[in-house]
């Protein structure tokens, strides 16, 4: 069955400093990938989607992913983050096929400290 | 902003009871997906429509039931409510189904049962 994990529940990093949030996935079809970010109180917003082409795909405030199909990785980078990055992060599978509904990991929560 | 709007935004309510959360999704979308985000199960997604039917189920209770009207707003009703059911419920819309179209989140409504 499709699942997504990732890996870790709490990343800690001082401001100004590269950060990498991990994300491996399962599936026996092709698929679609996400990374959704939620501030404190409020909706997932999308930082980022792969769809196809291009491994490495950018997106908003400076964030970019890399999909690597043999390790089955969607891994979220940024070079330099900053205070306001603090945030809750999910990574989300659609399966090529499926009817649209997203399997999303546990969630990564981003603290950067001043 | 998203564009989905959910209410209400917060619901306080006892074990046994019903509930209706209500979405509307963004001008133009048709799709709406219905996710309960819990501490214990994370975000797992419930209920799909697409211009007022039935697409998908997903982990969805006998005792939640869901439909979307004819203007594509959506209602998520709630009965016998127990202690578990308290958690973040989303509602996300979408254009199309079936295909990797970005679903924008609303910002939830929280429900506690006591």
């Known amino acids: 069955a499709q699942s997504v994990t990732q890996l870790d529940s709490q990343v800690p990093v001082f401001e100004e400093a590269p950060v990498e949030l991990r994300c491996n996935y399962s599936?026996?079809?092709?698929?679609?990938l996400f990374w959704y970010v939620q501030y404190p109180n409020q909706g997932l917003q999308l930082l980022l989607k792969?769809?196809?082409?291009?491994?490495l795909v950018k997106g908003i405030n400076g964030f970019e992913a890399e999909f690597n199909k043999s390790q089955t990785s969607f891994h979220l980078r940024k070079p330099s983050v900053h205070i306001s990055d603090t945030a809750e992060y999910f990574c989300?599978?659609?399966?090529?096929?499926?009817?649209?509904?997203?399997?999303f990991g546990k969630g990564t929560k981003l603290s950067v400290k001043p | 902003d998203s564009g989905v709007t959910q209410t209400p935004k917060h619901l306080i309510t006892a074990t046994g009871q019903r509930v209706t959360l209500r979405c509307s999704p963004r001008?133009?979308?048709?799709?709406v997906y219905w996710y309960q985000q819990s501490l214990d199960q994370g975000l797992q997604f419930l209920i799909q429509y697409y211009n007022g039917e039935e697409r998908a189920k997903g982990n969805i209770l006998e005792r939640f039931s869901a439909q979307q009207f004819p203007d594509l707003h959506s209602e998520l009703n709630l009965s016998s409510l127990e202690l578990g059911d308290s958690a973040l419920y989303f509602c996300?819309?979408?254009?199309?189904?079936?295909?990797?179209?970005?679903?924008?989140f609303g910002p939830g409504t929280r429900l506690t049962v006591l």
């Open positions: 001008s133009g979308d048709l799709s």
């Open positions: 989300a599978v659609l399966e090529e096929g499926s009817q649209g509904n997203l399997i």
């Open positions: 996300a819309s979408s254009v199309e189904v079936g295909g990797p179209d970005t679903q924008y």
């Open positions: 599936s026996s079809v092709s698929v679609y």
């Open positions: 792969y769809l196809s082409g291009s491994t």
